[in-house]
């Protein structure tokens, strides 16, 4: 089992930043792909972004691509996305996921149902 806890949301204004954190604990986390989704009121849940086992490899939305960076830092068992040039339209809650089983270690998962673990989810909110 994995827990994940996410963290760092918050209230900020259009063309702000954000840095969520993703905290894994439980097992290896250095064996999961790592992804970040999002879900506003009435919307179905969607991808945002993806890092692979190795970190090595990341993939974005269209959406959030150049606006958004995901990466990992493995020796703190942490998944990061930073946020910039924050749009009213980014206004989510924000899920934090893992894949126990991916293809490869350089495979990134963009397909909400290949993740095996989610967390709680944190909110962002951005004024226009």
């Known amino acids: 089992q994995v827990q994940l806890v996410e963290s760092g949301g918050g209230l900020v204004q259009a063309g702000g930043s954000l840095r969520l954190s993703c905290a894994a604990s439980g097992r290896t986390f250095g064996a999961y792909a790592m992804g970040w989704f999002r879900q506003a009121p009435g919307k179905e849940r969607e991808f945002v972004a993806a890092i692979s086992w190795s970190g090595s490899n990341t993939y974005y939305a269209d959406s959030v691509k150049g606006r958004f960076t995901i990466s990992r830092d493995s020796a703190k068992n942490t998944v990061y996305l930073q946020m910039n040039s924050l749009k009213p339209e980014d206004t989510a809650v924000y899920y934090c996921?893992?894949?126990?089983?991916?293809?490869?270690?350089?495979?990134?998962?963009?397909?909400?149902?290949?993740?095996?673990?989610w967390g709680q989810g944190t909110q962002v909110t951005v004024s226009s």
């Open positions: 996921a893992a894949d126990r089983n991916p293809p490869l270690t350089i495979s990134v998962v963009t397909t909400r149902g290949e993740y095996d673990y």
